[in-house]
Structure formats: structure tokens, C-alpha cells
């Protein structure tokens, strides 16, 4: 998978808000490429791919901006199509879909499945149908700037959006624009749009997860996947004359008379008229906003009821509880044989509800010190957070001493699972690994950021990641330390929950924690993911006290590659193996100021344009175990155990920003 930064002239374009001509090349965006399928040049296959190019290519004169074939017979079938935003022109749309035939071979020279995205035009082939399926690989761009009310301007961004969707989805062309007002002088443009062969639900349901993956709270943000796109700004971004829609505007008072041409009512001139109505209006247009905010704020003082994380607050307590014996049920009366792991929190059992779906139980231990109501409260801010890199919490049970979580279950175990057997180590490619460093980062950056909560972590580690079965990584035990009533909202405590290897520095020896102790153990992850190798044991081989030394010994002597796991060797790419370890040790150095944030994380990951600064010698480095065998007095930490793992691009100009990365 390549990614590559758009030009500052494109950026000023965008920003500018000008169309692109027919004579320039399409503005490209991104590419994704498949290296774990590969065809012989000059093979049936490639002479098939050739054959569907040029007949999308010939195709591309059609007015409704959409096409898609198959060209050959299994096993060299090709399916492929082209999508042209719903707004540009036959001639725009031809420009692009010809350029990418040409420019998507050069990119992606011997690879089956393959898609690529230009502001004007996608274009997407592979060996297999995908037609009418949704795709959830993902591009997102998003503005560095960010609104000024977020809280209202996120609302306004989320409605808006959903009913486009609804719009898009129920239409032929699957496409559809709005332009709707914010405030007196400013207006949200927006943009919805499915590739044709999807039908009307999974297009709603293609459009939903992309809305779902905005960058909500900057004043401008898309998401592109294979199969549909999302687009708001604060700035006209489409040809609105190609789409028939009625500007935005402010309604005069009931009871005005229109304004008369040239002089008259007593010799008033249309412009005096004008400059004193229009005043008025907007005073009372604000006069009610402003009211109308007030009095929601009033009713909604002691009750939290609405969240950046969902679509609505449908989630309540009583949606949410569930009767013990339903539970005890589902578990076979939490039998061991159903036991998935045990950590510090308490212990996890695979149940069963009677509709058939599988869900992990996590029986909380009774060292909680929190109240029933408290407790509920909790959960329900929690059960709230929705992310695909996020297990979902499904409800939880109050009987007695019992305390009870109930989360989706996540079917390919834990990542630890995985990586530190030997045996299984190798169902773990490159791409997986990378996509599993990504989406790991993604999910820490929504808790961080993208969530009303902010929450900290505090025990991001392998046994806590959970793999899905497309091994799409899913963080469990988000929120653990608010539900189980641990205090999170001061910069330090005198309860350390976490696991000992992952904790940074300054967490483990003072209590003192912030998002950048998350970032810290999110680099001990990232090294683990490339070597293979368990932070915890390690001092046990390889002539090194700790991982981190052993890294920061590699990366000193500049062999970086004589850390990656073995399995690895015929299945890596060497750019992205290197600059994943730069990451991992930019991530645990030992000053918290000197670690990049997640958000800075995710554009280095994906984003070869943003320059990676040196790391500084690691925390721990030159410490000996015995050193850290101290620190380790009178910490509580968590050393969980699983059976399966079950558990829960910078820029400054106004224009959408264009580095991506992949979700």
C-alpha cells in the first residue's frame, strides 16, 4: 500500500476552490494496492486487465458517470469499474477515467487488486467480485483547522450528513449534495456518493461507516473507500451548477413586503430598505438560536444526552441492563470451560445469547469501589464509544455483589495470541502487521480525541488488542479504569493499573499519566508487532536487559532490519518496516514532551511526506533489571492472562487537508 502527499499547488487549488480543467491532469489522491496478489506480466491475466482498461476507458463518454464489466474467464476473470463524482462534467469524467488507465499500471504494475482515487474520478479492478459489496478500507483527509464551536458545528455536521446519505442511497445515481447554513454568513457544503452497482442498503450502509470515520470538529473532512465517499467544508467544493439545488438563505419575517426596484414607499431607496431590515432579521435570527441553545442547556444541565461517538441517544441505562440469569445462562453458569482469560479487572467467559449471537462476559472482581449509580453511569459513556478499532460494549448486569460486562466477541483471539508463538507467528504478514499498527493507532486517537470522554488507556498492550476475522485490530479494556471506579480525571494517582513493560516511565514510577503514557506503551506495541518478540521475557536472549535497548542498540548501529521477526523476511516492505521502528522509538522516549501525539502518529504512519524528527535515547535505556525490579514496589499491576484473547498531514491552508491514510 502507497500513499503520496498532493502538490501545494493542488492545495491552493482546493483552497481557491477552482475547478480543474479538462486540459490538467486529474487531481490525484491516493492508491492502494494489493502485494499479496500478484499476475505474470504478459500473462492471460494481464492481457484480460488490458482488455477491461480499455473497455472502461471507451465507456467513459456515458452520462451517468459509471460503468462496471468483467473481461476473460476464471482463473484470469478481471471485474472492474469507474466512478466519476456525481457533479463534473461527461468531458471531465473522461479525462479522468483515460488518465487513470494509464496512471494506475504505472502504479501498480503487477498487482490483481487494485483501486485509485483522483478528486474527479475513481477507478478499481481485481480477480474477484465486488460488485454490490461494501468495502471498509478507507482514506480519510481532513482540515487541521478546527471549527469554533465544535459541539454545535459537530451536530450540524452529523445530521446533515446522515440525511444526505438517505438521500444518496435512495436515488439512481447514487449521489447527492447540500448546502446548509450555520450561522448568518457561513454555510456547510456537503457531498454523498455510492458507486452504482451497490444497492440502495448497502450504499446507506457503506455511506453510514464513512460518516462514522470523519474527522469531525475540523471545519472540513472526507472519507473515500472503494465503494463510496463523504465530503463536508465551509467552502463550495463541487459544481453546484451541475446539481439542480436551491441556494441557502435566510427567510424574511413573515409579513415583509418585498423590497421595491429604484425608489419609492415615501422615497426609500431599495438599498435603505435593505440596511434596515436586514439588521433586524438577523438580530432575531440570532435572538432565537441563542434562546433556543439556552433552553436546551437548561433542561440537559444534570443529564448527559448527546454524544460526538453515536447517532443518537438511544443508548440508555435500561437498553443497556441486562438480568443475571440471561447471563449465567449464555455462559453455561460461567462454566470453566467457557473461560476466555482473566486480567486485573476480573475474569472473561464466552457466552451464547438465545438469538445465537456470541458475546464475551467480563465478571468484574468486587474491589470495586464505586456505587450502583456510578457504576451504570459509567457504562453507559462507555457503551457510547463507538469505533471499528474499539470492542463494542453490548450492555452489562447489576445483581447483588455482581458486577457484569457484556461486549461483542471478537472471533481470531488476541494479537499476543499471534505474534509471540512461533507457530502462529507467521499467519501474521507485513500487511496484516501494518494494517494492525494502524488500526491500533486510529482507535487510541479516537479515545483521545474524537470522543467527548477523552479517555486514557493506561493498559494498551497485545493481550488487549482483539482481531477480528479480517485480523482488523479492535482495542478491548478502553474505559475499564472509569467503569471500575478507578480516578481518572487528575494527572496522577496512587493506584497504577496497568502492566508492567508497557507503562511509561513517568506512569510507573509517579503516578503521573497522560495520553502520552498511552503513547508510550503504543511504542512498546509497535516494536513487539515488528520483532516478535515479548517485551515482558525478553530479557531472557538476545544479549539485551529489554526490548527498547535492544531496538535502540539496532537502530544506533544502523541494522534496523536485523530486527524483524523472521517470518517476515520475504513478506516486508523495507520503507515502511524502518520507518515503523523510527516511530516505535520516537514513541517511548523518555521525556512525555518529546512523544508525538496519536494524531501526529497516524499521519507519520501513512504519510511519507510528514518528516520523522530523531528519536532521543529511549526510557529505561541503561537501566538494569534490577533497577526496574524496584520500581516495581508497590505498584498494582495487571498481568492478565488469556485463553483466547476475547476480551474485551500538515498544512495551514483553509483547504481540506490532503494527506491521507488508511482506515
Given at each position: 500500500m502507497s500513499f503520496f502527499r498532493l502538490s501545494m499547488a493542488v492545495l491552493f487549488l482546493f483552497f481557491l476552490g477552482l475547478a480543474i480543467t479538462t486540459e490538467a491532469d486529474p487531481n490525484y489522491i491516493s492508491h492502494e494496492c494489493s502485494n499479496t496478489t500478484t499476475f505474470t506480466p504478459n500473462s492471460t491475466y494481464q492481457s484480460n486487465l488490458n482488455l477491461l482498461l480499455s473497455s472502461l476507458d471507451s465507456n467513459s463518454t456515458s452520462n451517468n458517470g459509471f460503468h462496471n464489466t468483467t473481461t476473460g474467464q476464471t482463473p484470469d476473470i478481471v471485474y472492474g469499474l469507474f466512478l466519476c463524482r456525481g457533479?463534473?462534467?461527461?468531458?471531465?469524467?473522461?479525462?479522468?477515467?483515460?488518465?487513470?488507465?494509464?496512471?494506475?499500471?504505472?502504479?501498480?504494475?503487477?498487482?490483481?487488486?487494485?483501486?485509485?482515487?483522483?478528486?474527479e474520478c475513481l477507478l478499481r479492478y481485481s480477480n474477484r467480485s465486488f460488485f454490490d459489496s461494501v468495502s471498509e478500507d478507507a482514506i480519510?483527509?481532513?482540515?487541521?483547522?478546527?471549527?469554533?464551536?465544535?459541539?454545535?458545528?459537530?451536530?450540524?455536521?452529523?445530521?446533515?450528513?446522515?440525511?444526505?446519505?438517505?438521500?444518496?442511497?435512495?436515488?439512481?445515481?447514487?449521489?447527492?449534495?447540500?448546502?446548509?447554513?450555520?450561522?448568518?454568513?457561513?454555510?456547510?457544503?456537503?457531498?454523498?456518493?455510492?458507486?452504482?452497482?451497490?444497492?440502495t442498503s448497502n450504499c446507506q450502509s457503506c455511506l453510514q461507516f464513512?460518516?462514522?470515520?470523519?474527522?469531525?470538529?475540523?471545519?472540513?473532512?472526507?472519507?473515500?473507500?472503494?465503494?463510496?465517499?463523504?465530503?463536508?467544508?465551509?467552502?463550495?467544493?463541487?459544481?453546484?451548477?451541475?446539481?439542480?439545488?436551491?441556494?441557502?438563505?435566510?427567510?424574511?419575517?413573515?409579513?415583509?413586503?418585498?423590497?421595491?426596484?429604484?425608489?419609492?414607499?415615501?422615497?426609500?431607496?431599495?438599498?435603505?430598505?435593505?440596511?434596515?431590515?436586514l439588521p433586524i432579521v438577523v438580530s432575531v435570527v440570532l435572538f432565537v438560536i441563542g434562546y433556543c441553545i439556552l433552553s436546551r442547556r437548561a433542561k440537559k444541565k444534570h443529564s448527559v444526552t448527546q454524544e460526538d461517538d453515536v447517532e443518537n441517544d438511544m443508548t440508555t441505562v435500561e437498553s443497556l441492563q441486562l438480568d443475571f440469569a440471561s447471563i449465567e445462562a449464555a455462559t453455561r453458569k460461567f462454566s470453566d470451560d467457557n473461560k476466555l482469560g482473566e486480567g486485573g479487572f476480573g475474569v472473561v467467559y464466552k457466552g451464547t445469547l438465545p438469538n445465537g449471537q456470541d458475546i464475551a462476559v467480563k465478571r468484574l472482581s468486587r474491589s470495586s469501589g464505586q456505587g450502583i449509580?456510578?457504576?451504570?453511569?459509567?457504562?453507559?459513556?462507555?457503551?457510547?464509544?463507538?469505533?471499528?478499532?474499539?470492542?463494542?460494549?453490548?450492555?452489562?448486569?447489576?445483581?447483588?455483589?455482581?458486577?457484569?460486562?457484556?461486549?461483542?466477541?471478537?472471533?481470531?483471539?488476541?494479537?499476543?495470541?499471534?505474534?509471540?508463538?512461533?507457530?502462529?507467528?507467521?499467519?501474521?504478514?507485513?500487511?496484516?502487521?501494518?494494517?494492525?499498527?494502524?488500526?491500533?493507532?486510529?482507535?487510541?486517537?479516537?479515545?483521545?480525541?474524537?470522543?467527548?470522554?477523552?479517555?486514557?488507556?493506561?493498559?494498551?498492550?497485545?493481550?488487549n488488542v482483539l482481531l477480528d476475522g479480517d485480523m482488523n485490530p479492535k482495542i478491548s479494556d478502553f474505559g475499564m479504569a472509569r467503569i471500575f471506579g478507578v480516578d481518572q480525571t487528575q494527572g496522577n494517582t496512587s493506584r497504577i493499573v496497568g502492566t508492567y513493560g508497557y507503562m511509561s516511565p513517568e506512569y510507573a514510577m509517579h503516578g503521573q499519566f497522560s495520553v502520552k503514557s498511552d503513547v508510550y506503551s503504543f511504542g512498546i506495541l509497535v516494536l513487539e508487532i515488528i520483532t516478535g518478540k515479548k517485551n515482558s521475557s525478553f530479557y531472557q536472549s538476545d544479549g539485551a536487559d529489554d526490548l527498547v535497548s535492544y531496538v535502540w542498540k539496532h537502530w544506533s548501529e544502523g541494522t534496523p532490519m536485523e530486527l524483524l521477526d523472521p517470518t517476515l523476511t520475504d513478506s516486508n516492505s523495507r520503507t515502511e518496516v524502518t520507518r515503523c521502528i523510527h516511530l516505535g522509538l520516537l514513541c517511548v522516549q523518555e521525556d512525555p514532551a518529546d512523544r508525538p501525539t496519536m494524531a501526529t502518529i497516524v499521519l507519520m504512519l501513512n504519510s511519507y511526506s510528514v518528516s520523522l524528527p530523531l528519536p532521543q535515547q529511549p526510557a529505561f535505556f541503561h537501566h538494569t533489571r534490577t533497577d526496574q525490579s524496584l520500581m516495581l514496589k508497590g505498584l498494582e499491576t495487571d498481568q492478565s492472562t488469556s485463553k483466547s484473547g476475547s476480551v474485551p498531514p500538515f498544512s495551514v491552508n483553509e483547504a481540506s487537508i490532503t494527506e491521507v491514510y488508511p482506515r
Open positions: 457533479d463534473v462534467s461527461t468531458d471531465v469524467c473522461q479525462d479522468c477515467v483515460t488518465f487513470a488507465t494509464q496512471d494506475v499500471v504505472q502504479r501498480c504494475p503487477v498487482e490483481k487488486v487494485t483501486v485509485i482515487w483522483y478528486d480519510i483527509l481532513y482540515n487541521t483547522q478546527n471549527a469554533t464551536n465544535q459541539t454545535s458545528f459537530n451536530g450540524l455536521v452529523r445530521t446533515t450528513m446522515n440525511d444526505l446519505a438517505t438521500q444518496a442511497s435512495s436515488g439512481a445515481r447514487r449521489f447527492a449534495t447540500g448546502a446548509t447554513n450555520f450561522s448568518s454568513f457561513n454555510v456547510l457544503y456537503t457531498l454523498a456518493q455510492c458507486t452504482q452497482d451497490l444497492s464513512a460518516i462514522g470515520n470523519l474527522r469531525f470538529g475540523a471545519i472540513g473532512a472526507r472519507t473515500l473507500t472503494p465503494t463510496c465517499s463523504v465530503r463536508f467544508e465551509t467552502y463550495l467544493f463541487y459544481n453546484q451548477s451541475a446539481v439542480p439545488a436551491s441556494p441557502p438563505s435566510l427567510s424574511p419575517p413573515a409579513g415583509l413586503p418585498p423590497p421595491a426596484s429604484g425608489r419609492g414607499n415615501g422615497g426609500l431607496s431599495t438599498v435603505t430598505i435593505v440596511a434596515i431590515v449509580e456510578e457504576f451504570k453511569n459509567e457504562v453507559v459513556l462507555v457503551a457510547k464509544l463507538q469505533h471499528r478499532n474499539l470492542v463494542r460494549l453490548l450492555g452489562f448486569c447489576l445483581e447483588g455483589e455482581e458486577k457484569i460486562l457484556v461486549y461483542e466477541f471478537v472471533p481470531n483471539k488476541s494479537l499476543d495470541y499471534f505474534l509471540y508463538d512461533p507457530e502462529k507467528q507467521g499467519q501474521l504478514d507485513w500487511s496484516r502487521r501494518y494494517k494492525i499498527i494502524g488500526g491500533i493507532a486510529r482507535g487510541i486517537l479516537y479515545l483521545h480525541e474524537d470522543s467527548r470522554l477523552r479517555i486514557i488507556h493506561r493498559d494498551l498492550k497485545a493481550s
